[in-house]
């Protein structure tokens, strides 16, 4: 769901998984390149820069995924493989990561963290013939070109905005800041919530502010929110800069709640937080294993086989995988037509709950969290 950088160097990583290989830690393995017969799936995942730490956790969920599909025999007589590349969060990146990876005889793309990065993606693989099963990525920006490739796993940021709006008037917010960085989810996040809060007269929007990546200061956007006399602050960005942010904003004596939308709601938002920084941070988030007693199973495998347990972002991954799985055993073939019917008709009891598709891709049922720091860590506050 997210974005970086643009025009960063590309740096780029091929792993075919395939469930026949494994170290003795347990741990599926890549497959060698020149196995016949295989299908294919893209991932384009975030495994270098600020965002590494989540797209390592996404490439462990589909990588489970393929190796228990290609354990149960595959699919259409056939092993799965996942080609995967770095695409960095940056939208550069990811263009090269995209042209590199259709040049493998992918089947369907199951990869997507950033939305800038993956929103430019989009042409190449549509015009290649690959559907695509966003894992994580929610902008509303994906479904702007109304491609009827498109499928999202997670709820888009309109459904979110609902979310956290509902959230903010329980938690007694009167005057809300939004914050973004200028890229496509955090911007889509920012005016959705500011659209639903004055259509519902919930909350008022006392400021919308734009701060830039990777600055070494947000005394400036702290300074704005005191002097709007907000009482919460909603940033809408990534764990790096909401991380500054906090602390800009405690520096400044602001002592009313600071919520991060999901792109932020992640361990190591609060890894150097003080006790006093960290009070009343909150966070819309999407899902978080540990939390769901439903998903206890399922998480045991996870640790099983990667030695740590499943952290945000790792199900919708493996759902991702699932799914494009699912469409291809029904369409009974790997050509586009085919699987984008099927993946319109998809009714999967997924790890994040049903999953089914609206005409324009977007989940029907979407789950959010509303999480709170707890020290070093975050909490389950409410669903």
């Keep these: 769901?997210?974005?970086?950088?643009?025009?960063?160097?590309?740096?780029?990583?091929?792993?075919?998984?395939?469930?026949?290989?494994?170290?003795?830690?347990?741990?599926?393995?890549?497959?060698?390149?020149?196995?016949?017969?295989?299908?294919r799936l893209a991932a384009l995942?975030?495994?270098?820069?600020?965002?590494?730490?989540?797209?390592?956790?996404?490439?462990?969920?589909?990588?489970?995924?393929?190796?228990?599909?290609?354990?149960?025999?595959?699919v259409l007589g056939r092993q799965v493989e996942l080609v995967v590349q770095d695409d960095a969060c940056d939208p550069g990146t990811a263009v090269t990561a995209a042209q590199t990876v259709i040049k493998q005889d992918v089947a369907v793309s199951v990869g997507g963290y950033c939305s800038s990065a993956v929103v430019p993606t989009l042409k190449i693989f549509r015009d290649a013939g690959v559907p695509m099963v966003i894992a994580q990525a929610?902008?509303?920006?994906?479904?702007?070109?109304?491609?009827?490739?498109?499928?999202?796993?997670?709820?888009?940021?309109?459904?979110?905005?609902?979310?956290?709006?509902?959230?903010?008037?329980?938690?007694?917010?009167?005057?809300?800041?939004?914050?973004?960085?200028?890229?496509?989810?955090?911007?889509?996040?920012?005016?959705?919530?500011?659209?639903r809060a004055r259509a519902t007269r919930a909350v008022t929007v006392a400021g919308e502010l734009k701060?830039?990546?990777?600055?070494?200061?947000?005394?400036?956007?702290?300074?704005?929110?005191i002097a709007s006399k907000a009482d919460t602050v909603y940033y809408t960005g990534y764990y790096g800069e909401a991380n500054q942010?906090?602390?800009?904003?405690?520096?400044?004596?602001?002592?009313?709640?600071?919520?991060?939308g999901d792109g932020a709601t992640d361990g190591p938002l609060l890894t150097d937080l003080s006790p006093t920084q960290s009070a009343d941070v909150y966070g819309t988030a999407l899902l978080v294993p540990e939390f769901m007693p439903e998903l206890a199973e399922w998480s045991q495998r996870y640790q099983k086989a990667y030695g740590v347990a499943p952290g945000p972002s790792t199900a919708e991954s493996y759902d991702a995988v699932m799914v494009a799985v699912g469409a291809i055993k029904r369409a009974g073939a790997t050509d586009e037509?085919?699987?984008?019917?099927?993946?319109?008709?998809?009714?999967?009891?997924?790890?994040?709950?049903?999953?089914?598709?609206?005409?324009?891709?977007?989940?029907?049922?979407?789950?959010?969290?509303?999480?709170?720091?707890?020290?070093?860590?975050f909490r389950l506050a409410a669903n």
């Design 138 to 195: 929610n902008s509303t920006d994906l479904v702007a070109a109304h491609y009827d490739s498109v499928f999202l796993i997670c709820g888009t940021v309109t459904a979110e905005a609902v979310f956290a709006v509902d959230w903010m008037k329980r938690l007694g917010t009167r005057r809300v800041s939004i914050v973004h960085d200028g890229t496509s989810f955090p911007v889509t996040l920012a005016d959705s919530t500011a659209a």
């Design 337 to 377: 037509t085919s699987l984008r019917t099927a993946l319109a008709a998809t009714d999967y009891a997924g790890l994040s709950g049903t999953v089914t598709f609206n005409s324009d891709g977007t989940r029907k049922i979407p789950k959010f969290l509303l999480l709170k720091a707890d020290g070093k860590e």
């Design 245 to 260: 942010l906090i602390k800009d904003l405690r520096s400044r004596t602001f002592g009313g709640r600071i919520i991060v």
């Design 45 to 74: 995942l975030p495994l270098s820069g600020r965002s590494s730490h989540t797209g390592e956790s996404m490439l462990n969920g589909a990588k489970l995924a393929v190796a228990e599909v290609n354990a149960a025999g595959g």
């Design 1 to 39: 769901m997210r974005a970086r950088r643009a025009f960063a160097v590309a740096v780029a990583i091929l792993a075919l998984v395939a469930a026949s290989a494994c170290t003795g830690t347990g741990r599926p393995q890549a497959a060698a390149s020149s196995s016949a017969g295989v299908i």
């Design 211 to 225: 701060l830039s990546q990777g600055a070494s200061d947000y005394q400036r956007i702290a300074q704005a929110v």
